[in-house]
């Protein structure tokens, strides 16, 4: 039953590393996304996917990259991680379709990462 | 733009009582949905509601319904008959329509249920 699954449940990194988040879902969406959660501020945009090879920026891309191979793996790079980047990133997918069953985001289980 | 607010940071509510998480939201777009999450302290967002823009009736899932009040621009959660398993962040989100699948999420309430 599993849809979203993210490679990592729990990072720990030190600063200057490059770090490789995985993300993929079974449901054949088309949209991707990248979010990070920080305390009071709620879920922030990365970027997100709409097909494969296909990007946009978010509201916060700066110092993050992605990667979208295949229809189903969206993969957020921190080229140099830096410990303002310590967080909660969670990958979320969707339909784009504007149908009321199709509509919500289905949501990984989020890494939390750390940047020492 | 779109923009969703929610302007309680936290809430406490007694065990087996109904609660009222408020959201209002801000849009330019004539069609759009509306959605509550709920995330427990394991950090999985678990979708609960959604109510579309010109739907006629509130949504309702079980113990959950949404008080819609499109004129005033609200889509308040009501929990009722709240249970410790209630304790968790609950997110407003909204997505318009026209090819705009990019939804918006609000900060976000943390609600805590006391036995």
């Known amino acids: 039953d599993v849809k979203v699954t993210q490679s990592s449940r729990y990072l720990v990194k030190r600063t200057g590393e490059k770090v490789f988040l995985e993300c993929v879902q079974d449901?054949?969406?088309?949209?991707m996304f990248w979010y990070r959660q920080d305390p009071g501020l709620g879920l922030r945009l990365i970027y997100f996917s709409y097909d494969v090879k296909m990007k946009e920026k978010g509201d916060i891309p700066e110092g993050y990259s992605v990667s979208r191979e295949k229809k189903e793996r969206f993969s957020l790079i921190l080229e140099s991680a830096s410990t303002n980047q310590t967080s909660m990133y969670l990958c979320?997918?969707?339909?784009?379709?504007?149908?009321?069953?199709?509509?919500?985001?289905?949501f990984g289980p989020g890494t939390r990462l750390t940047v020492l | 733009a779109q923009k969703i607010t929610q302007t309680q940071p936290g809430m406490f509510v007694q065990e087996k009582e109904a609660v009222t998480l408020d959201c209002t939201y801000d849009?330019?777009?004539?069609?759009?949905?509306l959605f509550w999450y709920k995330q427990p302290s394991s950090g999985e967002m678990i979708f609960l509601i959604y109510q579309g823009s010109y739907d006629q009736q509130n949504a309702t899932e079980g113990r959950y319904s949404l008080n819609f009040q499109k004129a005033r621009k609200s889509a308040n959660l009501v929990i009722s008959a709240s249970q410790l398993g209630d304790s968790a962040m609950y997110f407003c989100a909204m997505r318009g329509t026209g090819g705009s699948y990019i939804p918006t999420f609000g900060r976000g309430t943390s609600l805590i249920v006391h036995p």
């Open positions: 849009t330019s777009d004539p069609s759009y949905g």
């Open positions: 449901m054949d969406h088309e949209n």
């Open positions: 979320a997918s969707t339909s784009p379709a504007w149908d009321r069953a199709h509509n919500e985001q289905f």
